[in-house]
């Protein structure tokens, strides 16, 4: 199984808290600081993919701790 992930570039603000602190598995640092989803992960571009279910847990936590709500998980 996998899980659909979304990160809205319109509202991320570059401050690294996901790539750096809560799910580095999953994000990493794009474009201009912009959270961008690992290569293995990206469906079509940086900003949609699918991920496996072991690393939902973290892809959540780190759309939870998003303080612009960019991060959508499932
Ligand atoms: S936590 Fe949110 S605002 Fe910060 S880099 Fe990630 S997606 Fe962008």
Do not use: W
């Not at 899980?3 to 808290?17: A, M, P, R, W």
């Not at 201009?32 to 690992?38: N, Q, Y």
Request: glycine share 10%; hydrophobic share 25%.
């Amino acid at each position: 199984m996998s899980v659909k992930v979304t990160i809205n570039h319109d509202e991320c603000t570059s401050c690294g808290l996901c790539y750096n602190d809560e799910c580095p598995d999953v994000f990493e640092e794009g474009e201009e600081g912009l959270s961008s989803l690992k290569s293995d992960f990206r469906k079509g571009g940086p900003t949609d993919g699918e991920i496996p279910d072991d690393k939902k847990g973290c892809a959540q936590n780190a759309a939870d701790a998003c303080p612009v709500s960019a991060i959508t998980v499932g």
